[in-house]
């Protein structure tokens, strides 16, 4: 059974920086795809960025040039560097996991991001 921890949330000002991490226990973790996926309150859960095995990465346009997603097999970890944050970046942050071309998601808790104005 696949397992996500998240971690590395918090508070922060508008302009700072977090990374937050996942870690993945139960999978073949250097053949899956993880995706980071947030949560405001009272919006649908969106797809923030996304890693393939191969290392390929895609982001919400929202994110481009402020978010930067990473992987390290070794570790079984990824990763979501968040810089020049928003308010509008506060939302809970899931980590996902699936195996392509399987739909299935594998998710973590969640971590709570705030960004104050």
């Known amino acids: 059974q696949v397992r996500l921890v998240e971690s590395g949330g918090g508070l922060v000002q508008a302009g700072g920086s977090l990374r937050l991490s996942c870690a993945v226990s139960g999978s073949i973790f250097r053949l899956s795809t993880l995706d980071w996926y947030r949560q405001a309150p009272g919006k649908q859960r969106e797809l923030v960025a996304t890693?393939?095995?191969?290392?390929?990465?895609n982001y919400a346009d929202s994110v481009k040039g402020r978010f930067t997603i990473s992987r390290d097999n070794a570790k079984n970890t990824a990763y979501l560097q968040m810089n020049s944050l928003k308010p509008e970046d506060t939302a809970v942050y899931y980590c996902?996991?699936?195996?392509?071309?399987?739909?299935?998601?594998?998710w973590g808790q969640g971590t709570q991001v705030t960004v104050s104005s």
């Open positions: 996902g996991h699936r195996f392509p071309p399987s739909d299935y998601i594998s």
């Open positions: 890693i393939t095995s191969g290392g390929t990465t």
